[in-house]
């Protein structure tokens, strides 16, 4: 565990020199998106098809009182926080009795749902332009206007729920959900309420994904409307496999991959998702877990 | 001495197949209990009914002199109900202390630091789920993962995960299942060692095994209850002996 620290450190250092900072902030923000997905996908072995609904609500909800109310910087992470876990709340309350294929498709339909709203919702959401004007509000004197400043406030946002994150999936309640994903019958047999347990892990999830919603406003202006679209759910999924889901570290891995692979490619060969795709179909048929698997037996190898 | 587990006219039925028919059962306080029967005779499906897998369509259970038809399955963990498969039900991807320390962990009496505090220092749950793993003879393999150790130690695997919840009453459907004549005499042993500490209902298709462990045997065809006594009344009953032990016991 040490190592993975002291590495992950050294990168939070580095990154901002290697790539821009703006496309280095969004990778610690893409990568705190994954980790509230990862807690429902990896440990609790719950496909959710719909993260970006949590992403996208907190994302609308903190951006439009930013932009009206110029709130605290840190209060808009709160709400944001808050608006994750309520829309996790309502969503995985409709999700969490099916199971398989029903299951997946319900968490589609419902972030299909969201979806819509927002798209409709033109007087608030702005529709299809999205939700400009959201201003970064400096705090305590830090000016986040600054891309640097900025980069420095997420990273320790970033850094603080992994923090919290990793207490979570080492305490009882990490074992739990990995239990049930184990094995619900008997996870059920020997005293845990599977539903309420699901839930739970929804609830959490959604919040770590709502307050890198509202970092995501922060860092772009702009809530656009894909922010809550079905895409964006799936490219949280593909980036965590890609990375790992069996493995706290694997979304961030995932994220780096992802969005270092999205913002250099993009301009140089439109066709690069060619790229995630053969990515991806190496990760289902030889690597179930993902890059952080083949680290494990590189060094395996090495020994 | 009291009965602990009590079924008054328990039936369930699987669209038109009667499963469990009008089953009275009486259980004694720290008796060993046995239910036999060929196969579909609906033992499982007895098992079911008794840990809140599914609610009865009619009857009533007790236990003790607390109602407890229709309670789920979580919930009847926490009356002192534990139960072990028939098809091996682990978490294949945890180690051994894993599998018995989320079943210890469950019946604790309270889920203080659920969300923060570190597994590994509950010393109590720890403990216990060692003490689970010890009683069945797996403590060497701790840290072995589930899915990697033989057939014969996941069904010790399984008994350790029903100890582990420090239950009342063990509920154990075949635990010799697909064991080998060495395997199925120390299991033997195993839950003979057993008795007395837990009041125990077994289900068992070996016949031997039977008549050297029980203090009751009930036997159940067709999904009702044929006879009940003692091994040795159950082996002279003609009903039986017609019903099921001509075939087998021979
Ligand atoms: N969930 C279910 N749905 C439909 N039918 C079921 C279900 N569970 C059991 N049955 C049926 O109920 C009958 C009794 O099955 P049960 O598993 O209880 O028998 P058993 O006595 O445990 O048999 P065995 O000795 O083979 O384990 C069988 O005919 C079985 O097919
Ligand atoms: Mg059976």
């Known amino acids: 565990m040490r190592k993975e620290i002291v590495l992950l450190l050294i990168s939070v250092v580095l990154l901002p020199f290697i790539v ?32 970006a609904t949590f992403f996208g609500s907190a994302a609308y909800v903190a951006g439009w009182l930013l932009k009206h109310y110029g709130i605290n910087v840190l209060f808009a992470l709160a709400v944001g926080t808050g608006v994750g876990a309520l ?20 968490t589609f339909a419902l972030n299909q749902f969201f979806y819509f ?34 980069y420095a406030f997420v990273s320790a946002i970033f850094l603080l729920s992994l923090w919290a994150m990793k207490r979570i999936v080492e305490a009882p309640l990490g074992k739990i959900l990995q239990a049930i994903r184990e094995n619900e019958v008997r996870a059920a047999a020997v005293g845990y309420d599977v539903p309420r347990f699901k839930l739970a892990a929804f609830v959490i999830g959604g919040a770590f994904s709502g307050a890198a919603g509202v970092l ?88 | 001495m009291a009965s602990l ?50 609610p009865p369509t009619s009857g009533e259970i007790f236990l003790g002199n607390q109602r407890i038809t229709g309670t789920p399955a979580h919930q009847v963990a926490h009356l002192g109900l534990a139960r072990s498969y028939q098809r091996t039900t682990v978490f294949p991807a945890f180690s051994l202390l894993d599998n018995v320390w989320t079943a210890a962990f469950a019946t604790r009496r309270d889920w203080k630091g659920l969300l923060f505090k570190k597994s590994s220092s509950y010393d109590d749950v720890q403990e216990r789920a060692r003490q689970a793993l010890g009683d069945v003879g797996l403590a060497e393999k701790q840290n072995h993962l589930a899915r990697e150790i033989s057939h ?53 298709h070996k016949m031997d095994i039977i008549m050297r462990v029980s203090d009751r045997i009930s036997v159940m065809h067709f999904g009702r209850l044929i006879a009940e006594g003692t091994p040795a009344e159950i082996q002279a009953n003609a009903d039986v002996r017609r019903a099921y032990l001509g075939g087998m016991a021979a």
């Open chain 1, 216 to 303: 995501y406003a922060m860092l772009f202006g702009i809530v656009p409307l894909e922010a809550i679209g079905f895409v964006f759910s799936g490219n949280v999924v593909f980036a965590t496999l890609i990375g790992g889901s069996g493995s706290l570290y694997g979304p961030i891995i995932g994220s780096v991959v992802f969005i270092w692979l999205s913002e250099s490619m993009s301009t140089i060969w439109a066709r690069w998702p060619m790229l995630l795709g053969i990515a991806f179909v190496i990760v289902v048929l030889f690597l179930r877990g993902g890059v952080v698997e083949a680290w494990h037996r590189f060094s395996r190898l090495r020994a």
């Open chain 2, 152 to 204: 014969g130690e996941q069904r010790q695997l399984e008994l350790a995960i029903a100890l582990a919840a420090a239950p009342r009453v063990l509920l154990l459907d075949e635990p010799a299942a697909g064991l080998s004549p060495e395997e199925t005499r120390r299991m033997v042993e195993l839950v003979r060692s057993l008795k007395g500490r837990y009041t125990i209902v077994l289900i068992e």
């Open chain 1, 87 to 106: 829309s996790a709340a309502l969503v995985g309350y409709l999700c969490v009795q099916r199971s398989g294929l029903y299951f997946i498709m319900l």
């Open chain 1, 20 to 51: 821009r900072p703006a496309i280095a902030t969004e990778i610690w923000i893409f990568a705190m998106f994954g980790l509230g997905l990862n807690l429902l996908l990896g440990y609790t072995g719950l496909l959710s098809f719909g993260q």
């Open chain 2, 5 to 54: 587990l009590k079924t008054e006219s328990l039936s369930k039925s699987f669209g038109a197949l009667a499963a469990v028919a009008g089953v009275s059962l009486s259980i004694e306080e720290g008796s060993l209990h046995s239910i036999i029967g060929p196969n579909g005779a609906g033992k499982t499906t007895l098992f079911n009914l008794l840990t809140g897998t599914f």
């Open chain 1, 117 to 150: 709203t927002a798209y409709q919702w033109t007087s608030v959401t702005g529709g299809e332009d999205g939700m400009p004007g959201i201003p970064r509000p400096s705090l305590l004197g830090l000016d986040f206007s600054k891309p640097i400043v900025y």
